[in-house]
């Protein structure tokens, strides 16, 4: 039996929910039991989610989350959970649309506020314990949601999530839209999905246009604050729109969608720039993320201070390289102070000095370094282990086909358990519960390991199966037995979201197996792109090669799949031709 009246997250899983151990609050980790005596008592649930390497988090820790007078009210008249919104991806989809839809918009720390019959009240993110900024007082807010609570619980309706921008729209709408929209003010995420999108789109109608708007973003986010020039990988997003300062976090999934992206950007556009980049990334991941899996994350912080690790001053370069070091240095780079009065480097153009930046980052590691995150998250493995194969595919480098496979077995070994595959793990213990992302991305990622190697084609069906059981009037998140059962997300960023790497993983599985599948609409771009890849597959925009033997990727377009068969066959536009051998066959795609 949980004992409510202590903080109980010390043995939590999550590294995120260790961080809070030693708040005065009485935290809970999400269960039913916990729930049951919110329940049971009368009691407002307060849930705040999070994940570890989360700047604004670590803040209201140290501040609400520390503060005496704010937990003692929470202690007596709260059940106060704390979630890790990696481990919980269908909990958090709920409270997010919650206040998105009240509020407008949403972030981390989300602190939503329920009745004992989950319903919610109030969601807010970051709030100050003095009044500031315009925010108010914390204890203000939860001593108005008790007010409101105690006078008018009965009026609280219950609140199902849903999808905005779910509209259909024609191809060429969408590349109108992303022409004449493709850059935005304000901070700036790297757009993934759009990129491989207009990349396969590209490929197929070789669209000057969007060339020019491809390469633009792309030599952008590789020379600009986004990117660690030093080690290799990239930030999360920047806070400004001519991308110069970034939020220093570092994010597997992100490292994963710009690999893919490079990586097609490569083989189909041939820069040697996204060469280098592709290497980078991946030196980034083996260096800072790898143990036999890949961790979630790295902080922003370092010591409670965002990005100290990363930025210089101008004295420490000049005492560190020699006087032509220096001097080649600051023809590359930009020395100016644009980060607290800092320097965050940021280069000129997108060349390399490859001993001197490996000079600097020696300097660099004997520096504290940001917190990890060393929880494995099932799905975004998945993603990693994809984005190798097609850095593999477009630099023909046998060693990350080898990383691919490698990494694929040590999934299934470490998070296929019983025929379960868990979503995360930490420490050897495997996290409760099923979740539609990690069996979609789990798919996904076997339907690549086949096309390589002509095997795990009953894992393709298995997997395949087991998506299925998640397929109700629609996708759902989870299959758990302490949530509500919730519409899975559709919203393509920055991440694909769930339904979509589903629908992704059920069309390729379809092609692979041999399956009728029908053609379907797009929708609204820039929420909807991996989605929109999808359709443009399935609309038989891509080349389904079938052949006795596996075709070298060099020979053949990014925008492929390839099925092992006894006979020489393309489908393509939604028709399919035969042809008397390999060679014949390629000779009809040059």
């Known amino acids: ?23 005065p609050i009485n935290w809970q980790e999400w269960s039913q039991e916990v729930l049951n005596y919110a329940k049971d008592h009368n009691k407002i649930i307060l849930v705040s989610v999070g994940y570890a390497t989360c700047h604004w988090c670590h803040v209201m820790a140290r501040e609400a989350f520390s ?60 709030v100050p314990v003095e009044s500031k900024h315009g ?10 949601v008790k007010e409101f609570f105690d006078q008018k619980k009965d009026q609280v309706q219950k609140f199902i999530p849903s999808d905005s921008h779910e509209e259909t729209i024609e191809e060429m709408e969408i590349i109108q839209s ?40 792309l030599d952008v986010i590789a020379k600009r604050g986004l990117h660690d020039h030093l080690q290799g990988g990239f930030y999360r997003y920047c806070v400004d729109e001519e991308w110069t300062i970034p939020h220093f976090e570092k994010m597997l999934y992100d490292q994963s969608m710009l690999l893919w992206v490079y990586s097609v950007a490569y083989k189909i556009l041939k820069k040697p720039l996204y060469h280098t980049i592709i ?21 922003a912080d370092t010591n409670h ?13 000049e005492q560190n390289l020699t006087e032509s070091e220096y ?76 990383k691919a496979i490698s990494l694929f077995k040590n999934l299934l070994e470490k998070h296929y358990e019983n025929g379960i595959l868990h979503h995360s793990s930490h420490k050897g213990q495997l996290q409760l519960g099923e979740f539609l992302e990690d069996y979609a991305a789990m798919l996904l990622f076997v339907t690549y390991i086949y096309e390589e190697t002509g095997e795990y084609k009953e894992i393709v069906k298995k997997f395949n199966k087991k998506l299925h059981g998640f397929k109700q009037e629609g996708w759902i998140e989870s299959k758990t037995s302490d949530f509500l059962q919730i519409q899975a997300s559709t919203f393509d960023h920055p991440s694909p979201s769930s339904s979509s790497l589903a629908e992704m993983a059920q069309l390729r599985a379809s092609i692979i197996l041999e399956e009728e599948y029908d053609p379907t609409e797009y929708k609204s771009p820039f929420h909807h792109d991996f989605f929109n890849l999808m359709v443009f597959i399935k609309n038989g925009n891509w080349h389904i090669i079938h052949s006795p033997e596996n075709i070298d990727w060099n020979l053949l377009p ?9 006979k020489t066959q393309d489908c393509y536009n939604l028709k399919c031709h035969e042809f008397k051998d390999i060679k014949e066959l390629l000779e009809s795609l040059k």
């Open 1 to 23: 039996m949980i004992n409510v009246k202590i903080n109980n997250l010390k043995k939590s899983t999550s590294p995120y929910l260790q961080q809070h151990h030693d708040n």
């Open 67 to 126: 503060d005496k007078e704010i937990a003692e009210f929470l202690n007596e008249h709260f059940v106060c959970i704390k979630v890790d919104k990696e481990q919980r991806p269908d909990i958090d989809r709920f409270m997010m649309a919650f206040i998105q839809e009240t509020q407008g918009h949403g972030g981390w720390p989300l602190n939503v506020f329920l009745t004992p019959e989950i319903k919610p009240l109030l969601a807010v993110t970051y």
């Open 135 to 144: 925010l108010p007082k914390f204890i203000d807010v939860i001593s108005g």
């Open 178 to 217: 992303i022409k004449h929209n493709h850059l935005h003010p304000g901070p700036q995420f790297p757009p993934h999905n759009t990129l491989l999108f207009l990349l396969s789109y590209y490929e197929k109608n070789q669209d000057e246009d969007l060339k020019e708007i491809i390469e633009n973003l």
């Open 279 to 299: 290497e980078k990334i991946v030196i980034c991941l083996d260096e800072t993320f790898f143990n036999h899996l890949y961790f979630s994350a790295h902080d």
């Open 305 to 317: 201070h965002e990005g100290i690790t990363y930025v210089w001053d101008k004295e420490e370069l």
């Open 327 to 402: 001097k080649q240095f600051q023809e590359l780079y930009l020395i100016e102070k644009n980060f607290e009065g800092k320097i965050h480097l940021i280069k000129k153009n997108n060349h390399f000095i490859p001993k001197i930046e490996e000079k600097l980052l020696h300097i660099r590691k004997l520096r504290e370094q940001p917190f990890t995150d060393q929880k494995f998250v099932t799905s975004w493995n998945a993603l990693i282990g994809i984005s190798f194969i097609q850095a593999y595919r477009s630099s023909r480098n046998e060693e990350y086909k080898f």
């Open 558 to 566: 990014a925008n492929c799949i390839q099925i092992r068969s006894d």
